[in-house]
């Protein structure tokens, strides 16, 4: 079985009111359609892409459109269903193969929603994204109105996936032209499913519906930046040692100017790297006494403080402490907790790991502690 991908795209669009046909129309960096063209193109699941296009238009797209030996081309007709017809006959697939006709005007596809699609398909023909209508709906006839009943009526987006034999054999026995490709099988009794759908599913039809979706798109762009971090301390006599937030009874502590917390010095760095903003020791020199023994919780909240100074919060970390003693696991729960209280991140985005160098070099040596710490920041301004 494989699984091909159709994106309808030949049609005029002309009630934008735009210059060029809504799918060409530039939205949030790029071109309408190539937001569920690169959707399609981006998951391994999806063996073809068929863009369906305005034969006019088919040299010009190829000649700017990257997708290798999984992309073909096609020229679409007069309507949505006549271009639906041309591509699955383009793409011959087998019975049993999987179709995902989808809406280039409907720019907002994410992975999440083809998974969904491919998870119907294990039992049913047929299958859509739809939206519950909660608004009242009334039927107007002359100057009197009439409440229609809402319950189990639904809006339905796309992608629509189909079994291909299912969806080739209703296409080819109705020549007439189709509200979507959904009504095509409706007559031929197949199993459909209605999966959830989403308002980022929406379709542009009008001029308006480009700024709406334009602020959607910007959000999938959200910019993330990623930034790692290093630090060592060795043992020295003391009780015990602290590392992310937690004190652990130790017969040594770490030696440092500050209290040595290997594991927040690292992260700290992360942080601080990920906006170009230097390291630990710019901001915090150990010859200043007033770091003299100093929470290194502060290093890590400045850290933070100046990232969204520049626009950029921390999303996720990851930590790990290398050291052969003390045993790290016992306390990796309240690490977990205190790094997460002083991040401000949920727990679930907040990783404490411990290995060893089994028994090489001076962490192996039990001469001190290693960490390392990686971080993801978002934009958020």
């Known amino acids: 079985m ?18 060029l046909p809504k799918q060409f129309e530039s939205l949030a960096g790029k071109p309408v359609y190539r937001w569920s063209l690169d959707t399609f193109l981006a998951d391994e699941r999806i063996d073809t892409v068929c863009l369906v296009l305005p034969a006019g238009h088919l040299n010009e797209i ?13 020229a ?62 009334k039927r107007r006839s002359g100057s009197t109105l009439e409440t229609v009943n809402r319950s189990d009526l639904y809006r339905v987006q796309t992608p629509q996936a189909f079994r291909a034999g299912v969806l080739a054999s209703a296409l080819s026995h109705n020549g007439r032209n189709f509200v979507d490709d959904l009504e095509a099988v409706e007559a031929q009794g197949a199993s459909a499913a209605l999966i959830e759908g ?36 060795a043992f020295e006599p003391g009780p015990g040692v602290m590392l992310c937030g937690t004190f652990i009874e130790h017969d040594a502590r770490l030696k440092g100017h500050s209290d040595a917390d290997a594991g927040w010095h690292a992260l700290t760095d992360a942080i601080l ?37 520049k626009g950029w919060e921390v999303s996720h970390c990851d930590v790990t402490l290398i050291c052969e003693s003390p045993k790290i696991k016992p306390h990796r729960a ?9 991040v401000g991140l949920a727990l679930n985005a907040v990783s404490i790991k411990a290995t060893t160098t089994e028994g090489l070099g001076f962490t192996g040596r039990r001469e001190g502690i290693a960490a390392q710490a990686a971080a993801t920041l978002r934009k958020i301004c």
């Open 198 to 233: 989403s308002e980022r599913l929406s379709k542009i039809t009008f001029a308006s519906d480009f700024d709406k979706m334009g602020e959607m798109m910007d959000r999938q762009k959200t910019e993330f930046r990623f930034g790692t971090g290093f630090d060592v301390h």
């Open 273 to 309: 790297g990920a906006v170009a903003l230097g390291d630990i020791g710019d901001h915090f020199p150990p010859t200043d006494h007033r770091w003299k023994d100093a929470d290194s919780g502060v290093f890590l909240r400045h850290a933070i403080e100046l990232a969204r100074e």
């Open 2 to 19: 494989r699984i091909h991908a159709i994106i309808v795209a030949a049609g005029s669009g002309s009630r934008t009111g735009r210059k």
């Open 62 to 74: 190829r000649a700017e459109t990257p997708g290798g030996h999984r992309l073909s081309l096609v």
């Open 76 to 137: 679409g007709g007069g309507e949505r269903s006549e271009s639906v017809r041309s591509a699955v006959q383009a793409l011959t697939p087998a019975d049993d193969d999987i179709l995902l006709v989808h809406d280039a005007a409907r720019p907002g596809l994410e992975t999440d929603t083809i998974t969904a699609l491919l998870k119907a398909m294990e039992i049913h023909s047929a299958a859509a994204p739809a939206l519950p209508m909660i608004d009242a709906l």
């Open 334 to 342: 309240e690490m977990r907790r205190r790094t997460a209280e002083v």
